[in-house]
Protein backbone atom coordinates (compact mmCIF):
# COMPACT_ATOMS: atom_id res chain seq x y z
CA UNK A 1 0.00 0.00 0.00
CA UNK A 2 1.14 3.06 -0.70
CA UNK A 3 2.36 6.37 1.80
CA UNK A 4 -0.78 8.60 2.01
CA UNK A 5 1.70 11.70 2.38
CA UNK A 6 3.79 10.51 -0.52
CA UNK A 7 0.84 10.08 -2.89
CA UNK A 8 -0.38 13.31 -1.61
CA UNK A 9 2.74 14.97 -2.10
CA UNK A 10 3.05 13.89 -6.10
CA UNK A 11 -0.12 14.70 -6.63
CA UNK A 12 -0.01 18.17 -4.95
CA UNK A 13 3.19 18.20 -7.33
CA UNK A 14 1.12 17.51 -10.12
CA UNK A 15 -1.32 20.27 -9.71
CA UNK A 16 1.06 22.51 -9.06
CA UNK A 17 2.87 21.77 -12.65
CA UNK A 18 -0.59 21.69 -14.47
CA UNK A 19 -0.25 23.54 -17.93
CA UNK A 20 -2.82 24.05 -20.69
CA UNK A 21 -2.42 21.05 -22.50
CA UNK A 22 -5.22 17.67 -22.14
CA UNK A 23 -2.17 15.53 -20.84
CA UNK A 24 -0.95 17.15 -17.86
CA UNK A 25 -4.93 17.44 -16.54
CA UNK A 26 -5.80 13.75 -17.86
CA UNK A 27 -2.83 12.39 -16.50
CA UNK A 28 -3.74 14.24 -13.16
CA UNK A 29 -6.83 13.14 -12.90
CA UNK A 30 -5.49 9.22 -13.41
CA UNK A 31 -3.43 9.62 -10.67
CA UNK A 32 -6.21 10.26 -8.37
CA UNK A 33 -8.94 7.91 -9.75
CA UNK A 34 -6.10 5.48 -9.08
CA UNK A 35 -6.15 6.00 -5.30
CA UNK A 36 -9.50 6.90 -4.93
CA UNK A 37 -9.37 4.91 -1.84
CA UNK A 38 -8.03 8.15 -0.47
CA UNK A 39 -10.23 10.48 -2.10
CA UNK A 40 -10.80 12.51 0.85
CA UNK A 41 -7.36 13.33 1.34
CA UNK A 42 -6.80 13.81 -2.41
CA UNK A 43 -10.20 16.54 -2.99
CA UNK A 44 -9.04 18.48 0.76
CA UNK A 45 -5.97 18.75 -1.61
CA UNK A 46 -7.35 20.24 -4.60
CA UNK A 47 -8.81 22.64 -2.09
CA UNK A 48 -5.44 24.00 -0.55
CA UNK A 49 -4.06 24.00 -3.96
CA UNK A 50 -6.47 26.37 -5.49
CA UNK A 51 -6.27 28.87 -2.25
CA UNK A 52 -2.91 28.94 -2.00
CA UNK A 53 -1.60 28.93 -5.67
CA UNK A 54 -1.55 31.91 -8.48
CA UNK A 55 -4.32 32.76 -10.83
CA UNK A 56 -2.83 31.16 -13.18
CA UNK A 57 -3.06 27.73 -11.73
CA UNK A 58 -5.91 28.53 -10.54
CA UNK A 59 -7.45 27.73 -13.94
CA UNK A 60 -5.73 24.77 -14.72
CA UNK A 61 -6.66 23.18 -11.52
CA UNK A 62 -10.79 24.51 -12.84
CA UNK A 63 -9.87 22.28 -16.47
CA UNK A 64 -8.66 19.46 -14.41
CA UNK A 65 -11.37 19.00 -12.09
CA UNK A 66 -13.83 19.15 -15.44
CA UNK A 67 -11.49 15.93 -16.61
CA UNK A 68 -11.76 14.51 -13.30
CA UNK A 69 -15.19 14.57 -12.40
CA UNK A 70 -16.19 13.04 -16.25
CA UNK A 71 -13.29 10.03 -15.74
CA UNK A 72 -15.12 9.28 -12.59
CA UNK A 73 -18.75 9.22 -13.75
CA UNK A 74 -17.76 7.34 -16.31
CA UNK A 75 -15.57 4.76 -13.79
CA UNK A 76 -18.81 5.02 -11.94
CA UNK A 77 -16.59 6.22 -8.88
CA UNK A 78 -18.65 9.34 -7.72
CA UNK A 79 -17.35 9.98 -4.46
CA UNK A 80 -15.37 12.93 -6.23
CA UNK A 81 -18.35 13.70 -8.11
CA UNK A 82 -20.35 13.69 -4.59
CA UNK A 83 -17.47 15.95 -2.76
CA UNK A 84 -16.75 18.39 -5.32
CA UNK A 85 -20.76 19.13 -5.82
CA UNK A 86 -20.47 19.82 -2.27
CA UNK A 87 -17.94 22.26 -2.31
CA UNK A 88 -18.34 23.77 -6.05
CA UNK A 89 -18.89 27.45 -3.91
CA UNK A 90 -15.85 27.15 -2.09
CA UNK A 91 -14.23 26.22 -5.35
CA UNK A 92 -15.78 28.99 -7.35
CA UNK A 93 -14.16 31.08 -4.34
CA UNK A 94 -11.12 30.31 -4.56
CA UNK A 95 -10.88 30.46 -8.52
CA UNK A 96 -12.44 33.82 -9.04
CA UNK A 97 -12.81 35.38 -5.48
CA UNK A 98 -14.84 38.49 -4.43
CA UNK A 99 -11.77 41.08 -4.17
CA UNK A 100 -11.63 41.53 -8.31
CA UNK A 101 -8.19 39.37 -7.87
CA UNK A 102 -9.38 36.53 -10.34
CA UNK A 103 -11.79 38.16 -12.49
CA UNK A 104 -9.64 37.13 -15.52
CA UNK A 105 -10.83 33.19 -14.45
CA UNK A 106 -14.58 34.09 -14.52
CA UNK A 107 -14.61 32.84 -17.88
CA UNK A 108 -13.11 29.76 -17.29
CA UNK A 109 -15.37 29.22 -14.30
CA UNK A 110 -18.70 29.67 -16.44
CA UNK A 111 -16.85 27.11 -19.16
CA UNK A 112 -16.29 24.60 -16.61
CA UNK A 113 -19.42 24.37 -15.15
CA UNK A 114 -21.18 25.04 -18.04
CA UNK A 115 -19.52 21.51 -19.34
CA UNK A 116 -20.42 19.99 -16.41
CA UNK A 117 -23.75 21.00 -16.47
CA UNK A 118 -23.99 19.38 -20.27
CA UNK A 119 -22.67 16.47 -18.82
CA UNK A 120 -25.36 16.41 -16.10
CA UNK A 121 -22.60 16.29 -13.40
CA UNK A 122 -23.80 19.43 -11.64
CA UNK A 123 -27.45 20.27 -11.48
CA UNK A 124 -28.55 23.45 -13.58
CA UNK A 125 -29.81 25.05 -11.09
CA UNK A 126 -26.65 25.06 -9.26
CA UNK A 127 -25.17 26.64 -12.50
CA UNK A 128 -27.79 29.62 -12.47
CA UNK A 129 -26.87 30.18 -8.94
CA UNK A 130 -23.51 30.67 -9.29
CA UNK A 131 -23.85 32.77 -12.29
CA UNK A 132 -25.62 35.28 -10.13
CA UNK A 133 -22.28 35.45 -7.82
CA UNK A 134 -20.64 35.66 -11.43
CA UNK A 135 -21.84 38.83 -12.80
CA UNK A 136 -20.78 40.79 -9.63
CA UNK A 137 -17.07 39.46 -10.05
CA UNK A 138 -16.88 39.77 -13.78
CA UNK A 139 -15.40 42.93 -13.65
CA UNK A 140 -13.20 44.62 -16.38
CA UNK A 141 -9.56 44.50 -16.73
CA UNK A 142 -8.94 47.42 -15.75
CA UNK A 143 -9.94 47.44 -12.06
CA UNK A 144 -7.45 44.38 -11.82
CA UNK A 145 -4.78 46.03 -14.34
CA UNK A 146 -4.14 42.54 -16.07
CA UNK A 147 -2.72 43.76 -18.92
CA UNK A 148 -0.49 47.05 -17.27
CA UNK A 149 1.17 45.39 -13.95
CA UNK A 150 4.24 48.18 -14.69
CA UNK A 151 1.72 50.84 -14.62
CA UNK A 152 0.57 49.86 -11.46
CA UNK A 153 3.73 50.05 -9.85
CA UNK A 154 4.22 53.54 -11.70
CA UNK A 155 0.66 54.94 -10.43
CA UNK A 156 1.27 53.60 -6.90
CA UNK A 157 4.86 55.99 -6.36
CA UNK A 158 8.26 54.53 -5.50
CA UNK A 159 8.84 51.53 -3.79
CA UNK A 160 10.00 51.79 0.15
CA UNK A 161 13.06 51.71 0.98
CA UNK A 162 14.65 49.06 2.98
CA UNK A 163 14.92 51.48 6.30
CA UNK A 164 11.02 51.96 6.43
CA UNK A 165 10.69 48.05 6.58
CA UNK A 166 11.64 45.83 9.33
CA UNK A 167 13.16 42.97 7.18
CA UNK A 168 12.84 40.34 10.10
CA UNK A 169 9.03 40.93 10.89
CA UNK A 170 6.16 39.20 9.15
CA UNK A 171 5.22 39.65 5.17
CA UNK A 172 1.91 40.90 4.77
CA UNK A 173 0.08 38.37 2.56
CA UNK A 174 -3.27 37.78 1.51
CA UNK A 175 -5.46 35.09 1.04
CA UNK A 176 -6.10 33.76 -2.93
CA UNK A 177 -3.65 36.57 -4.04
CA UNK A 178 -5.98 39.62 -2.91
CA UNK A 179 -4.70 42.73 -4.30
CA UNK A 180 -1.11 40.92 -5.43
CA UNK A 181 -0.62 42.02 -9.25
CA UNK A 182 0.29 39.05 -11.73
CA UNK A 183 3.82 39.21 -13.26
CA UNK A 184 4.76 39.83 -16.71
CA UNK A 185 5.97 36.23 -16.42
CA UNK A 186 2.42 35.15 -15.22
CA UNK A 187 0.69 37.21 -18.31
CA UNK A 188 2.96 35.67 -20.91
CA UNK A 189 2.58 32.17 -19.84
CA UNK A 190 -1.66 32.78 -19.53
CA UNK A 191 -1.17 34.45 -23.00
CA UNK A 192 -0.08 31.18 -24.07
CA UNK A 193 -2.05 29.10 -22.56
CA UNK A 194 -5.44 31.28 -23.46
CA UNK A 195 -3.78 30.47 -26.91
CA UNK A 196 -3.31 27.06 -26.96
CA UNK A 197 -6.80 26.40 -25.47
CA UNK A 198 -8.16 28.34 -28.25
CA UNK A 199 -6.32 26.55 -30.71
CA UNK A 200 -7.37 23.47 -29.70
CA UNK A 201 -11.44 24.39 -29.17
CA UNK A 202 -10.98 25.10 -32.45
CA UNK A 203 -9.28 21.60 -34.20
CA UNK A 204 -12.52 20.41 -31.72
CA UNK A 205 -15.13 21.96 -33.75
CA UNK A 206 -14.02 20.42 -37.35
CA UNK A 207 -14.02 16.75 -35.25
CA UNK A 208 -16.87 14.26 -36.81
CA UNK A 209 -19.06 12.54 -33.63
CA UNK A 210 -19.23 9.13 -33.66
CA UNK A 211 -23.02 8.86 -34.11
CA UNK A 212 -24.22 10.84 -37.00
CA UNK A 213 -27.93 10.78 -35.02
CA UNK A 214 -26.08 13.59 -32.91
CA UNK A 215 -25.34 15.94 -35.35
CA UNK A 216 -28.54 15.53 -36.89
CA UNK A 217 -30.45 16.31 -33.76
CA UNK A 218 -27.92 19.13 -33.52
CA UNK A 219 -29.16 20.45 -36.67
CA UNK A 220 -32.62 20.12 -35.57
CA UNK A 221 -32.33 21.98 -32.12
CA UNK A 222 -30.16 25.26 -34.17
CA UNK A 223 -33.51 25.32 -36.83
CA UNK A 224 -35.77 27.68 -35.95
CA UNK A 225 -39.80 27.00 -35.98
CA UNK A 226 -41.32 27.21 -39.49
CA UNK A 227 -43.78 30.86 -39.38
CA UNK A 228 -45.68 31.97 -42.63
CA UNK A 229 -42.72 33.86 -44.47
CA UNK A 230 -41.03 31.00 -44.67
CA UNK A 231 -44.32 28.87 -46.17
CA UNK A 232 -44.86 31.97 -48.88
CA UNK A 233 -40.96 31.31 -49.42
CA UNK A 234 -41.37 27.61 -50.34
CA UNK A 235 -44.05 27.71 -52.14
CA UNK A 236 -42.20 30.66 -54.44
CA UNK A 237 -39.19 28.22 -54.67
CA UNK A 238 -41.55 25.58 -55.83
CA UNK A 239 -42.84 27.16 -58.58
CA UNK A 240 -39.24 28.68 -59.64
CA UNK A 241 -38.10 24.87 -59.59
CA UNK A 242 -41.27 23.81 -61.76
CA UNK A 243 -40.54 26.82 -64.10
CA UNK A 244 -37.22 25.67 -64.92
CA UNK A 245 -37.66 21.68 -64.89
CA UNK A 246 -39.78 22.15 -67.50
CA UNK A 247 -37.85 25.02 -69.60
CA UNK A 248 -35.18 22.17 -69.47
CA UNK A 249 -37.42 18.96 -70.88
CA UNK A 250 -38.18 21.83 -73.74
CA UNK A 251 -35.05 22.07 -74.76
CA UNK A 252 -34.19 18.55 -74.52
CA UNK A 253 -37.11 18.00 -76.53
CA UNK A 254 -36.76 20.69 -78.75
CA UNK A 255 -32.75 19.25 -79.34
CA UNK A 256 -33.57 15.80 -79.82
CA UNK A 257 -35.93 16.56 -82.97
CA UNK A 258 -33.20 18.06 -84.60
CA UNK A 259 -30.58 15.23 -84.08
CA UNK A 260 -33.58 13.18 -85.41
CA UNK A 261 -34.43 14.71 -88.85
CA UNK A 262 -30.54 14.55 -90.71
CA UNK A 263 -30.50 11.04 -89.39
CA UNK A 264 -33.22 10.31 -91.13
CA UNK A 265 -32.19 11.97 -94.54
CA UNK A 266 -28.78 10.25 -94.22
CA UNK A 267 -30.95 6.61 -94.15
CA UNK A 268 -33.05 7.65 -97.29
CA UNK A 269 -30.25 8.42 -98.92
CA UNK A 270 -28.59 4.87 -98.41
CA UNK A 271 -31.67 3.09 -99.14
CA UNK A 272 -32.08 5.80 -102.22
CA UNK A 273 -28.45 3.92 -103.30
CA UNK A 274 -28.97 0.62 -102.51
Not at 93 to 101: I, L, R, T
Request: hydrophobic share 30%; aromatic share 4%.
Amino acid sequence: MADPFEVRMRFSSQLEHLNASTTSSQKAAQYALKYKDMDEDLHSCILEQLEKTNMNTRANIMYFIEHLLEMASKERHNDYVRMMQRDIIRVVDAVCPENGSGAANVKVVRKVLQGLSNKLIILEQTVVEIEGCLKERDTSANDFSLSSPLNSNEQSGPPASATDQDPGGPQPTQRNGAGVKPTRRQIEQRIEEDRERHKRMRESMWVVPSNPTDQAVKFFAETSDLGADDSILGNEEISEFRILVKDATCRHKSGSRREERPRSRAINGVAGHI
